[in-house]
């Protein structure tokens, strides 16, 4: 059961600037007619801030959930699935049972059994998304969808499957022009740039930020020919499937090779480019 319009638990939980007594007045106008300039304003100041997420967000989930797997709007559906996802790739605190440790504040006002309560349903509300790949997939498959909202889509995706230092790495990357990975040996920053030549296809690896630093040399990365790592593939093969076809070829690169500019030492990109996503 979520929480009730007028449940004074709302005036408990906290949002990026304060306390949450407008999410549910937003909450109902969105369940009676979706718009998304209401949705932009309850996500952008009352869920979401920063890549950090609140109780008020929590609680908020279900209720987004609902529209979501209600609505018959696949521009609506698609807008929830990647916000949604937005989230569950900011949410630092998992598998925590009964709830987030963080909590301890509220769990004294509202009592432990509302909070067990509040987690189990956004979890619940995560799954309902999940439901909806396919329809999201296969909707963002057309041609007309542009690079960058097929690589939220991924984002949403990944982090409703649980990789979610994959979703944070896209997130951060979101252009999908350049990645920064970090050396094991050394703990030295990796440029991963496109080849000014060939830059739909090939990556190369640099010592300093090419933007700033120009006529350096550039370390070739070894292409793998196909995709080992089981995150990647499933990467590889979603990115394929709604023809997100430059992040696809920059993958056998992603999962390459190449020597550390620094440090001379050799590397797997992959892990390095993941690692500071890894919490």
Excluded at 98 to 105: K, L, M, N
Excluded at 185 to 205: R, Y
Excluded at 256 to 275: A, D, N
Aim: one cysteine or more; hydrophobic letters at 40%; aromatic letters at 10%.
């Amino acid at each position: 059961m979520m929480l009730t319009w007028d449940s004074e638990i709302w005036g408990k939980l906290t949002g990026p600037y304060s306390s949450a007594d407008n999410v549910p007045v937003l909450l109902q106008q969105l369940m009676q007619q979706y718009s998304q300039e209401v949705f932009d304003d309850l996500f952008q100041e009352h869920l979401f801030h920063q890549n950090t997420i609140y109780t008020a967000t929590y609680a908020a989930m279900p209720f987004l959930a609902q529209i979501a797997c209600s609505t018959s709007d696949a521009e609506v559906r698609k807008e929830l699935f990647i916000n949604g996802g937005i989230i569950e790739a900011s949410r630092n605190e998992r598998d925590e049972d009964p709830f987030p440790e963080s909590w301890a504040e509220l769990a004294e006002e509202a009592g432990s059994s509302v909070c067990t309560e509040l987690y189990r349903e956004y979890l619940e509300a995560i799954g309902k998304l999940k439901t909806l790949t396919k329809e999201v997939f296969s909707y963002a498959a057309d041609p007309s969808i542009d690079d960058t909202e097929k690589r939220y889509i991924l984002v949403a995706d990944a982090a409703y499957r649980g990789s979610h230092s994959v979703a944070n790495m896209l997130m951060t990357f979101m252009a999908g022009d350049e990645y920064v990975a970090v050396c094991p040996a050394c703990a030295e920053d990796v440029f991963i740039w496109p080849d000014e030549d060939n830059p739909a296809e090939i990556l190369q690896a640099y010592e300093h930020d090419p933007v700033f630093h120009t006529g350096q040399e550039a370390h070739v990365i070894a292409p793998v020919t196909s995709f080992a790592d089981e995150e990647i593939r499933a990467l590889a093969e979603r990115a394929e499937a709604i023809g997100e076809q430059r992040l696809v070829r920059h993958l056998y690169y992603l999962a390459g090779e190449t020597e550390c500019p620094s440090c001379r030492e050799k590397i797997s990109v992959w892990p390095s480019l993941l690692g500071t996503f890894t919490m």
